[in-house]
T-cell receptor, first 111, second 114 residues
Framework: GQQLNQSPQSMFIQEGEDVSMNCTSS?????WLWYKQDPGEGPVLLIA?????ELTSNGRLTAQFGITRKDSFLNISASIPSDVGIYFC???????????FGTGTRLKVLA | DAGITQSPRHKVTETGTPVTLRCHQT?????MYWYRQDPGHGLRLIHY???????DKGEVSDGYSVSRSKTEDFLLTLESATSSQTSVYFC?????????????FGPGTRLTVL
């Protein structure tokens, strides 16, 4: 099935560093969502984006809706150990109620 | 958590047995979804529902059926479980006014088929 390309697949970073990850698609999306998943739990919504070029923050997290509408970016500033987890992007087109999910970026933070 | 519960949270069953997973929501949202999550595949849509008795297939629907007789409950049934259906199953709801809406997930059900 169709999936988004999410990169990097995994990353180790030092506590305090900034983190960047992105998702790209061959399709144009009207909505992008970013989730974080901790082990043994369901994905938790972090940020929702609804307009090309939109930049939205949630605490230390900032996400952007790419102007081509085929990509999105998530940045985490000054990472802390609890940022560890898997981050997923999801995209959807207008008129549908279905989302396509990326395969995730596994983040590990070294104290 | 958007008022979503899933039951059971863990289940071990044998190949060939039927299995039903339940998703319950408390806020009367119209759209509900079942996904499976496997390493390397992310979340893949199995079935979704857009109202009572209204359901449609997702990308990995073979071997699964669903039912929604009440707004608050969405059931996923494996008619005859196979080892390839060992996975973590997540229910989600769609929240919002527009199309598409944001999605919120339940805590998941870990299913092991021996």
């Amino acid at each position: 099935g169709q999936q988004l390309n999410q990169s990097p697949q995994s990353m180790f970073i030092q506590e305090g560093e900034d983190v960047s990850m992105n998702c790209t698609s061959s399709s144009i999306f009207n909505t992008w969502l970013w989730y974080k998943q901790d082990p043994g739990e369901g994905p938790v919504l972090l940020i929702a984006l609804y307009k090309a070029g939109e930049l939205t923050s949630n605490g230390r997290l900032t996400a952007q809706f790419g102007i081509t509408r085929k990509d999105s970016f998530l940045n985490i500033s000054a990472s802390i150990p609890s940022d560890v987890g898997i981050y997923f992007c999801a995209g959807s087109t207008s008129g549908t109620y279905k989302y396509i999910f990326g395969t995730g970026t596994r983040l590990k933070v070294l104290a | 958590d958007a008022g979503i519960t899933q039951s059971p949270r863990h289940k071990v069953t044998e190949t060939g047995t039927p299995v039903t997973l339940r998703c319950h929501q408390t806020e009367n949202h119209r759209y509900m979804y079942w996904y499976r999550q496997d390493p390397g595949h992310g979340l893949r849509l199995i079935h979704y529902s857009y109202g009572v008795k209204d359901t449609d297939k997702g990308e990995v629907s073979d071997g699964y059926s669903v039912s929604r007789s009440k707004t608050e409950d969405f059931l996923l049934t494996l008619e005859s479980a196979t080892s390839s259906q060992t996975s973590v199953y997540f229910c989600a709801i769609s929240v919002g006014q527009g199309s598409p809406d944001t999605q919120y997930f339940g805590p998941g059900t870990r299913l092991t088929v021996l």
